[in-house]
C-alpha cells in the first residue's frame, strides 16, 4: 500500500542551527512533492514545490531536494528562528498522471526551535 | 486578493445529525478540495471538484458527499454523524494541476 513517512513526530533543535526533516514514500510515483508549514488551529501553508525532474529548490532559507530514486525528500531550514517552530507536512501528488490535484500527506513533522 | 474562506469555524453537532460545510475558494481558482484532519489519521483528501464537477474521491463512506457551484463555491455535507467525524474540515483551491495548493482556516466539528 502506499505510505509515507516523515522522520520524528518532534524535532528540536537550536536557533541558528539547520533543521533537516525527512518524507520517505512507498510504492509512489509522485511527478511533484510539496511542503507544507501548519501552526496549531490553522490550515496548512504552501512552503515549496519541487518536480520529479528537478534535484532541489530553494526560497530564502528553505532548501528541499527530492530523490526519485530513494525515494525521498529532504527538507532544510537554515539559521532558524523560534518562529520557524510548527509542524511541517510533506504531500505527494498521488494523480497519477491524471487531470487532477489529489495530494497525499505525511504525518507531519513538529519543529520546535529553541532561543 | 482575498484567500480562502470556510464557514463556519467551528461546529457541534449530535450523532445522527447531518451538517453542510462551505468553501468560497481564491477568486479564479477552479479546483476545490477538501480533506480531514485527525490527530490519528491526519490529512486524508475527501474529493475534489472542479468546474461543477468531481474529479476524484478519497476513501471515505457515502455519508460524506459535496458539490461545487457554477461561481466555484464549494459545499460538503456529512449525514448520519458519528463521533468519529469530529475533525477540522480543510478546504484547498488550486489555480491549475500541478500547482500550490491554498488552504482556508478549517471548520473545527465537534460530534457529541
Known amino acids: 500500500s502506499q505510505k509515507i513517512e516523515q522522520n520524528s513526530e518532534a524535532l528540536n533543535i537550536q536557533e541558528g542551527k539547520t533543521a533537516t526533516l525527512t518524507c520517505n514514500y512507498t510504492?509512489?510515483?509522485?511527478?511533484?512533492l510539496q511542503w507544507y508549514r501548519q501552526d496549531p488551529g490553522r490550515g496548512p501553508v504552501f512552503l515549496l514545490l519541487i518536480r520529479e525532474n528537478e534535484k532541489e529548490k530553494r526560497k530564502e532559507r528553505l532548501k528541499v531536494t527530492f530523490d526519485t530514486t530513494l525515494k525521498q525528500s529532504l527538507f532544510h531550514i537554515t539559521a532558524s528562528q523560534p518562529a520557524d517552530s510548527a509542524t511541517y507536512l510533506c504531500?505527494?501528488?498521488?494523480?497519477?498522471?491524471?487531470?487532477?490535484?489529489?495530494?497525499?500527506f505525511g504525518t507531519g513533522t513538529l519543529l520546535a526551535v529553541q532561543p | 486578493k482575498a484567500g480562502v474562506t470556510q464557514t463556519p469555524r467551528y461546529l457541534i453537532k449530535t450523532r445522527g445529525q447531518q451538517v453542510t460545510l462551505s468553501c468560497s475558494p481564491i477568486?479564479?481558482?477552479?479546483?476545490v478540495s477538501w480533506y480531514q484532519q485527525t490527530p490519528g489519521q491526519g490529512l486524508q483528501f475527501l474529493f475534489e471538484y472542479f468546474s461543477e464537477t468531481q474529479r476524484n474521491k478519497g476513501n471515505f463512506p457515502g455519508r460524506f458527499s459535496g458539490r461545487q457551484f457554477s461561481n466555484s463555491r464549494s459545499e460538503m455535507n456529512v449525514s448520519t454523524l458519528e463521533l468519529g467525524d469530529s475533525a477540522l474540515y480543510l478546504c484547498?483551491?488550486?489555480?491549475?494541476?500541478?500547482?500550490?495548493?491554498?488552504f482556508g482556516q478549517g471548520t473545527r466539528l465537534t460530534v457529541v
Open positions: 510504492n509512489y510515483s509522485p511527478a511533484y
Open positions: 477568486s479564479g481558482h477552479r479546483s
Open positions: 484547498a483551491s488550486n489555480r491549475d494541476r500541478d500547482a500550490e495548493a491554498f
Open positions: 504531500a505527494l501528488d498521488n494523480s497519477n498522471g491524471g487531470a487532477t490535484n489529489k495530494l497525499i
